[in-house]
């Protein structure tokens, strides 16, 4: 509520009004952060629950795409844990603009990089579609893991 109706209000009220009024403030806002707490709880509970649908099968189609998957990966294994499939288009010409091409063994390595932590420990399927073929490191850490 802004200040000037607060101020306002108090002119006009004896002070039982304004105190039962702050009460009644404090009484809303104090519901109001229950309700913040208990929807965050359950949002927590639900992205628990539905983790390990949404990363079964992982594509990912643009090079930027790659990139920020792949970096929040490494910092959160918990969830690069959860591929079964993971599909990596590098520089795809359907879904890259041509002066976007990215360094292909960058991708590659932040790959290898996640498999050595052992993080793609339920990695099934692995596609790779890139302009080259990635070197023997990618395809020995993700055997290895």
């Known amino acids: 509520m802004p200040n000037h109706l ?23 806002y104090t519901q109001l952060i229950e309700m913040l707490l ?3 709880s359950q949002a927590r509970r639900l992205r628990k629950q539905l983790a390990p649908l949404l990363y ?12 920020s ?21 590098v520089n795809d010409p359907q879904w890259t603009d041509p002066d976007d ?24 399927s692995f596609q790779w579609d890139g302009m080259e ?3 023997d490191n990618l395809w020995l850490a993700l055997k290895a893991s």
């Open 38 to 40: 208990n929807i965050h």
């Open 6 to 28: 607060i101020y306002e209000i108090g002119l006009q009220s004896d002070l039982r009004e304004i105190y039962h009024l702050s009460l009644c403030v404090s009484a809303v």
């Open 101 to 124: 091409d990215i360094d292909e063994d960058t991708i590659a390595s932040l790959i290898s990089q996640i498999a050595i932590a052992g993080s793609f420990s339920a990695l099934s």
């Open 69 to 89: 998957t792949l970096i929040a990966f490494a910092k959160r294994p918990q969830y690069a844990q959860l591929v079964r499939t993971l599909v990596v288009r």
């Open 133 to 135: 073929m990635p070197g």
């Open 56 to 67: 079964t099968r992982v594509e990912l189609k643009t090079n930027r795409h790659c990139k």
